[in-house]
């Protein structure tokens, strides 16, 4: 317990070594500080003195309190959108809270320096930076110091006594990911979240505001009487819709916790815990703290959830658990406790879902969702993720830094964790910890809340092994509708669908926006590679080429610079394999070799001027441009233009641009693009016409022709073993080819762009196809399904598209784009790093 005078407390930024050494035994939690996460422990003596060697002890704060620890007090600067604090002066703020509570400056310290003498006070402020405070203070005035807070910090109460840190086991994933591997659309799921009521949400987050003029609410803050008032409202509604439930004290003067239980028809210990926080807190000094956003509106979507469960009669394979916590704006302080007490019966708990904030809507911004970056387990974030692409589609999901809720307790306790929340990014939500935090304002959007209270029952239904599930049809999901192209029962074809319990069907996999480059180009960028350096080269109508850091978005390398810009656009892009050159040309028929490890353009060929010397010119126009392009390792590059031809030039640095060979077509197309295969046999070239030919390099000789668009194709893509060709076009379509067979070898077709499809790619296993389109949309394909996966929209045409080269062991990878807006932009499956 922490009443011991003189009490060593060491601030440390958190790593996992620190629970490889005594400091195990007397850890506290992780507290946030700016962008760094960091642990307090308070060890003894002997302890602190073998620790003092370590790698992380010079980067470690040391204090020694002269009084009783009655509580210790993190207080920490929130990370919330720069627009909601472009007139805050963080620092004064704090110092004139510090003034209101009389709590003596003391500077840090080094561990070898002194500890300095602290005359008899109340308070203590034994830690500061300019983000982060940690202090001890009396327990009345912790329980109540959220209100004295400046408007956007946050204070939690540190454990009293030690915890443990328990990392989520790989034990303890089997079924969530069991549950990923068969996740399926299935259509009977999609009709029942469809009925969720968003005029009840209204009353309910009418009633808990107070808004209604009937329930009396004035705050839910954890020691307010209208906190008790909706802990017991929360429970009689609870159990209207069939669950046992109860009020759970964890703390002397808090509200309540309320849990309650749907039982699975099974015999079975495992279960699927959902939540919100059902306190709030208001402005500075205020009595009102209605909460209409943080976090009334993740109750309502929860109450939502309990209401579908009991009007579907939705029976689970696994226990559910329906949570509404108390404490969470003092530290979480509600699910600290009821995970503890979880881990302390060694509970089940196979996936926990936290909803935080559900209902803002920024002017401008399409609907979203956001899934922690930070703290949360990555597969219950790409489950998520995953749901709300197929149930939720209008959701435009992103990461957020609003990191902290309360399956941070769970997550911590080694059980597997994430949240929901409003937007990608931080929070943006003017009235956030506001007194004018209603329902009834700009912004506060029902149907949002709608969409994500969707996804919950949804990944309740899938986590929990309940639903009524679909056997015996492939069946494929467009844009517009649902597409049956083959159905058999017992092997004979059938013409009805049946819906029964077995695995649901077609895998969905959903990509996070990461970040944008850093510096946008000035027009639109035609085209993107990622290398395999794991950097990314991009380059525009705007006539420059540039290089980015795919981990940051930064330029790369920081202080180089990039090749001067062309008078006119770049219009093609390859790059070698090994990611140490890209070959890039223009509008004006110049194309260039540059060296991406030194800066340097080692490279360059006047197409036009040689084009009477027999030369292939890239001979482009505005509207039709053609596709100078790829590049062989170490040797050659191949272009097409204006004749429909393939010349094969030299790539080396003494001769480039020398001629060594032409591949006839044999027709007078414009050539659109062509590519070499990864094994360097073939060559293939689309044309205006549709048309696509494979030439035999080492035969120099046409190998095949397919005729399967009708329109300009657009772009090409080799799978990484040579044999599957992809294709691109104006006709809206993909086209999968196999050129091992004879000639017309087509595969699938590929179908749900509403415009012409730009740019195309597979992925590095060969499992996925990626397109970008003049719809404003990328959609990711899963090849063998031959069933789009993922949907993203981006804010303009997409002209360019590129996965990651190397496979990724997290999950579905990561890709880059670039389009009309003229920004690069990282995307990846939740889970996956960039």
């Not at 472009?86 to 840090?108: M, Y």
């Not at 008790?228 to 429970?235: C, N």
């Not at 290089?547 to 810009?565: T, V």
């Not at 067979?741 to 762009?753: E, Q, Y």
Request: with cysteine; hydrophobic share 40%.
């Amino acid at each position: 317990m922490m009443s011991l005078a003189g009490a060593i407390l060491l601030v440390v930024p958190f790593s996992p070594s620190l629970f490889e050494s005594c400091l195990r035994t007397s850890y506290y939690g992780n507290y946030n500080d700016g962008q760094a996460t960091n642990s307090i422990f308070m060890p003894d003596v002997a302890c602190l003195d073998s620790w003092s060697s370590q790698t992380l002890a010079p980067s470690a704060s040391i204090a020694e309190t002269k009084h009783d620890i009655q509580q210790l007090v993190w207080v920490e600067q929130e990370a919330v959108d720069p627009s909601l604090t472009a007139t805050t002066s963080f620092q004064s703020e704090f110092d004139s809270f510090l003034q209101r509570l009389a709590v003596p400056q003391r500077a840090r310290f080094g561990r070898e320096q002194e500890v300095l003498a602290v005359p008899d006070m109340e308070y203590e402020l034994l830690y500061r930076t300019p983000t982060a405070a940690l202090l001890s203070v009396p327990d009345l005035t912790a329980r109540t110091i959220d209100i004295l807070l400046p408007r956007f910090w946050k204070s939690s109460l540190v454990s009293t006594t030690p915890v443990e840190f328990i990392p989520v086991p790989a034990e303890a994933l089997k079924t969530v990911k069991e549950v990923l591997s068969n996740l399926r659309f299935n259509p009977e799921i999609a009709g029942i979240v469809e009925s969720i009521n968003v005029p009840q949400m209204i009353n309910d987050i009418r009633f808990l505001t107070g808004e209604d003029g009937i329930s009396g609410i004035m705050s839910r803050h954890s020691f307010a009487e209208g906190a008790l008032v909706a802990a017991h409202w929360l429970k009689d509604r609870f159990e209207d819709t069939g669950a046992t439930c109860e009020l759970q004290p964890f703390r002397a003067g808090f509200a309540p916790n309320v849990i309650c239980a749907y039982p699975s028809t099974v015999n079975t210990t495992a279960t699927v815990l959902f939540s919100a926080h059902y306190d709030s807190r208001g402005s500075f000094g205020s009595t009102r703290a209605p909460g209409g956003d943080d976090d009334g509106s993740g109750t309502i979507a929860l109450l939502a959830v309990a209401r579908t469960i009991a009007r579907k009669g939705i029976k689970f394979h696994s226990n559910v658990q329906l949570a509404a916590f108390a404490g969470e704006e003092q530290g979480l302080l509600g699910s600290r406790a009821y995970a503890s007490k979880m881990r302390d019966i060694d509970a089940n708990i196979t996936v926990m879902v936290q909803s935080d904030m559900l209902a803002y809507h920024a002017p401008g911004e399409p609907p979203q969702l956001g899934l922690p970056d930070i703290i949360g387990t990555p597969e219950v974030t790409q489950l998520v993720a995953n749901v709300s692409a197929i149930y939720s589609p209008e959701l435009r999901v992103g990461f957020t830094s609003a990191c902290c809720s309360d399956h941070q307790s769970f997550h911590q306790q080694g059980f597997p964790a994430t949240q929901l929340f409003e937007r990608a990014g931080p929070i943006a939500d003017p009235m956030y910890h506001n007194s004018g935090d209603l329902s009834d304002r700009e912004g506060y959007d029902f149907d949002q809340v709608k969409s994500i209270a969707k996804v919950q029952v949804s990944t309740c239904d899938a986590a929990a092994l309940c639903g009524l599930r679909t056997f015996g049809i492939d069946l494929y999901r467009t844009d517009a509708s649902f597409v049956a192209p083959s159905f058999h029962e017992n092997g004979r074809p059938a013409s009805r669908l049946f819906y029964g319990r077995s695995c649901p069907y077609i895998q969905s996999l959903a990509f996070l926006h990461a970040h944008d480059c850093s510096e946008p180009h000035s027009d639109a960028v035609w085209g993107a590679a990622w290398t395999a350096t794991d950097n990314v080269v991009s380059v525009s109508a705007d006539g420059s080429i540039k290089q980015w850091a795919s981990s940051s978005g930064q330029r790369h390398p920081p202080n180089a610079p990039f090749p001067a810009p062309h008078t006119l656009g770049l219009v093609s892009l390859s790059v070698l394999p090994d990611g140490t050159r890209a070959l890039y040309n223009s509008l004006e028929g110049l194309t260039c070799l540059w060296d991406l490890t030194n800066g340097e353009v080692v490279g360059k060929f006047e197409s036009y001027a040689r084009a009477t010397e027999g030369a292939e010119p890239c001979e482009y126009t505005d509207m039709q441009r053609g596709r100078c392009r790829c590049i062989r390792p170490g040797e050659t590059y191949a272009a097409t233009g204006g004749s429909g031809n393939v010349c094969i030039y030299s790539a080396q640095a003494d001769t480039f641009g020398q001629r060594i060979a032409s591949l006839p077509s044999g027709r007078s197309k414009f050539g659109m693009y062509c590519q070499y295969s990864p094994d360097g046999k073939r060559v293939a070239l689309s044309t205006e016409t549709g048309q696509i030919y494979v030439f035999d390099v080492e035969a120099q000789a046409l190998a095949a022709t397919y005729t399967s668009h009708a329109l300009s194709v657009r772009s090409l893509a080799w799978s990484a073993d040579s044999s599957l060709l992809l294709s691109a076009s104006e006709d809206k379509r993909l086209v999968l080819h196999d050129v091992r067979t004879s000639a017309g070898g087509t595969v699938a077709s590929f179908t749900g762009h509403a415009s012409w499809v730009l740019s195309v790619d597979i992925s590095q296993d060969g499992r996925l196809g990626l397109s970008g389109s003049a719809d404003k949309s990328i959609k990711v394909w899963d090849i063998g399904a031959r069933a789009a996966v993922s949907t993203v929209q981006d804010t303009g045409e997409v002209w360019s598209v590129s996965w990651r080269p190397r496979p990724s062991a997290g999950g579905a990878g990561a890709f880059v784009s670039g389009g009309e807006d003229g920004v690069v932009r990282w995307w990846r499956g939740a889970g996956v790093a960039v």
